[in-house]
């Protein structure tokens, strides 16, 4: 089974501070993807994100940075010098290698204040 | 670009009736899910089709059915409406094979119904 927890459910920060939105995954797969959306206001989902699990190798996308460990199970996103327009729920999730079906995590809200 | 549309940003039925949510998507992708989306629970699938006419069910398929007569379009349906099906209704989808091998998948943009 898979499974994808987001501990933190909401975060206030003020334009301009990082953030690190955590994610923690588990599976009994040794070939898997993870993937962070984001979904603003409008409702529908952006992707932002894919890694697979043989690729450990962090990767930076102008202020968005991604940091996979596969020793604590762990894909963190963190938003550097956040904008107002960061605001959004960001989900992570969990594809087996196998399968098609994403496993999600319960989102985390982020709030950037002017 | 990818194009996952819904047939309704917002919908509004009665307790009891039978309600229709259509998604389309316009890049021949073999694979479509349904999700719905509730506050703390994140995405839950519903259901999923591999291809026309095959269905699979997801972890929450009770109180839900669906259609795929045509490789375009899938149908989430509410046989009978009841209040706890009150929810954001996601469609995705996806290529098989080949195209599939990122098993990255793209939305539409909700329908977000209301059972009263």
């Known amino acids: 089974a898979q499974k994808v927890t987001q501990a933190q459910t909401e975060i206030s920060v003020v334009e301009k501070e990082d953030v690190t939105l955590d994610c923690v995954y588990e599976t009994r797969d040794t070939t898997y993807y993870l993937f962070w959306y984001k979904q603003p206001p409008s409702g529908e989902l952006v992707f932002l994100i894919r890694?697979?699990?043989?690729?450990?190798q962090n990767e930076i996308s102008g202020r968005y940075s991604w940091n996979f460990q596969k020793s604590t199970s762990s894909f963190n996103f963190t938003i550097t010098a956040s904008q107002v327009v960061d605001s959004a729920v960001y989900f992570c999730?969990?594809?087996?290698?196998?399968?098609?079906?994403?496993?999600f995590g319960s989102g985390t809200q982020l709030t950037v204040l002017p | 670009d990818v194009k996952v549309t819904q047939s309704s940003r917002y919908l509004v039925k009665r307790t009891g009736e039978k309600v229709f949510l259509e998604c389309v998507q316009d890049?021949?992708?073999?694979?479509m899910f349904w999700y719905r989306q509730d506050p703390g629970l994140g995405l839950r699938l519903i259901y999923f089709?591999?291809?026309?006419?095959?269905?699979e069910k997801g972890d929450i398929p009770e109180g839900y059915s669906v259609s795929r007569e045509k490789k375009e379009r899938f149908s989430l349906i509410l046989e009978s409406a009841s209040t706890n099906q009150t929810s954001m209704y996601l469609c995705a989808s996806i290529p098989s094979g080949g195209r599939s091998k990122s098993y990255t998948q793209y939305f539409g943009p909700g329908t977000r119904l209301t059972v009263l």
């Open positions: 890694r697979n699990s043989f690729d450990e």
């Open positions: 999730a969990l594809s087996p290698g196998s399968a098609r079906q994403l496993t």
């Open positions: 089709s591999y291809d026309v006419k095959m269905k």
């Open positions: 890049m021949d992708h073999e694979n």
